[in-house]
């Protein structure tokens, strides 16, 4: 009887491991996780928002190579280590696409790349602009693994470094949802009367708000930006936290050790804090999962409205908004790649959520 693996949460461990689906979708948003955090790493392109324009390969399709010439520009960077692990580093080359080059005296002539069926422009640059005129480092063939944006920059690295915002919105909303929520349903539940009646009359005036509606007014009251979208988005979802706390609440209070504890001489505060909100964490758990799914959601319908993040931060709501209409010009990847990447973390969120829900119902076995 004494056994730890009989706990309730060992069970409920137990079950969520032989869950498939919840185990995978648990794999791929850590993984993508870790891709946000570390997504400067992992880019091709390190600079700041992934924003090196090549206006001459807009629009590249998946796979597209070229010789890319890299002119150093001579700029005094002290950012730090950390700095350009998490924020990227500020551009300090200049990035050619060319077809073709040689030496000539003490220049180098090179061919600007231009788009098929044109030559492009040939122009020259002195060797000295190059550190020990070593030319041949700085001239690389480069490949875009998932093709270049319409303002030519590496669809891969945008699409990495977008994977923040999706990701990051999903914590921090669901974060203010759950502090708003859980404090509004907690004295709902417990108090009553009017209390009850004030908290559910808010709830109830938040809920009949079309949910995008009151995200956006919101958002253009607090002005747009990164930030902002996160506070937006976190203040219409606390609602649906408040009323299942508030039914789990006033289930739990009339329980025995509520009693036990109020005959004890213990504080309201203590009683929610340490003895009920510790016995109703499963529904808040599953519900915090959906949650996490619903902002992604959203944050990537302002984006797309363009009330989102702004330019030049990646962001795939904006990726799709900036591509749509690339679906009828026969180039639907542009579109469908942020999109997939969309529906995979929502999917995950989701899935993740059935398996808890399955785990933590005590009453299956």
Sequence with gaps: MGNTNNSLSQLALQKFKKNFWGVFSLCVIVTIGLIS???????????????????????????????????????????????????????????????????????????????EGLEGLTKEIPLEAFPNQEVENYIKERTFIFGTDKYGRDYLSRIIIGSRISFFIGFIAVFISLVIGITMGSLSGYYGGKVDAAVMWLINVTWSIPTLLLVIAITLALGKGFWQVFIAVGLTMWVEVARVVRGQIISAKEMQYVTAARALGFTDFRIITRHILPNIMAPIIVISAANFAAAILIE??????????????????????????????????????????????????????????????????
């Design 37 to 115: 955090v570390f997504a400067y790493v992992l880019a091709p392109d390190h600079s700041q928002n992934a924003n090196q324009m090549h206006l001459s390969i807009h629009s590249k399709k998946p796979g597209f190579k070229v010789k890319m010439l890299t002119i150093p520009l001579n700029i005094d960077s002290k950012e730090s280590v950390v700095s350009k692990l998490f924020f990227g580093e500020r551009t300090q080359v200049s990035e050619i696409p060319i077809t073709a080059y040689f030496i000539k005296d003490d220049n180098l002539v090179y061919t600007e790349y231009a788009a």
């Design 300 to 365: 990537s319908g302002l984006s797309f409205l363009g009330i989102g993040a702004q330019p030049p931060m990646a962001s795939w709501g904006a990726m799709i908004k900036d591509h749509y209409s690339y679906i009828i010009l026969g180039k639907p990847y542009l579109a469908l790649i942020p999109g997939l990447c969309i529906m995979i973390l929502v999917m995950s969120f989701m899935l993740i959520g059935n398996a808890l829900r399955d785990a933590l119902d005590v009453k299956t076995s």
